[in-house]
């Protein structure tokens, strides 16, 4: 999504993960915009990545929610059917296709620089150097982020999915979830478990 030369970075934005709400700090430090959506693009391979994660049961409940607040609105599938499918977006985006981050860092033996997680957004930013260094120019977006970015995103949505996320499982669609999304809760940290209690 954007890159900067003057910090030597990359700034990937991988789908369902805040990219949109995200892309207003790295517009605000004039990093580049290679207008690629949110392809993994690499500059340079030396330079480190900035790459936004989620919780995966909290992104497959994002990827469902497309069906009636994004490109298919006219979709009927409820959440089991949506998770019991092999064919959804979210479980196609496996090790060496488009959009998966972990086996392109590998791949190209880069470095991150910084995970920045959905349920710590503003924290996690705060935690990088030149974040820190231009806080007077990224202010306005981190407010935005930490106070109005998801009460904003919600207003979209339609009455069945505006949930908390713990609201859409029971023990077997979350076994699922883990069964095909294993390498992101172990590459990013995020606990068996932790469908019982998130928002």
Request: aromatic share 18%; charged share 30%.
């Amino acid at each position: 999504m954007f890159f900067s030369e003057q910090y030597k970075v990359h700034w990937w934005g991988p789908p369902r993960i805040a990219s949109r709400a995200l892309s207003g700090i790295p517009k605000a430090l004039n990093f580049t915009n290679n207008e690629d959506g949110h392809s993994l693009t690499i500059i340079n391979p030396e330079w480190g990545v900035i790459l936004p994660v989620r919780n995966p049961y909290s992104r497959a409940v994002s990827w469902w929610n497309l069906r009636f607040n994004g490109m298919q609105r006219d979709s009927d599938i409820s959440f089991e059917d949506f998770i019991k499918s092999p064919n959804n977006e979210y479980f196609n985006i496996t090790p060496g296709r488009a959009w998966e981050p972990i086996s392109t860092i590998e791949k190209n033996n880069l470095k991150v620089k910084k995970l920045i997680r959905y349920e710590f957004l503003v924290q996690d930013l705060m935690e990088i150097d030149f974040i820190q260094d231009n806080f007077d120019k990224v202010s306005r977006e981190l407010f935005y982020l930490k106070y109005d970015a998801r009460k904003e995103y919600r207003k979209e949505y339609v009455e069945r999915t505006n949930f908390p996320v713990h609201h859409f499982y029971n023990q077997e669609l979350a076994d699922i979830v883990w069964e095909n999304r294993q390498f992101e809760f172990k590459e990013w940290g995020y606990e068996k478990d932790s469908w019982k209690y998130l928002l």
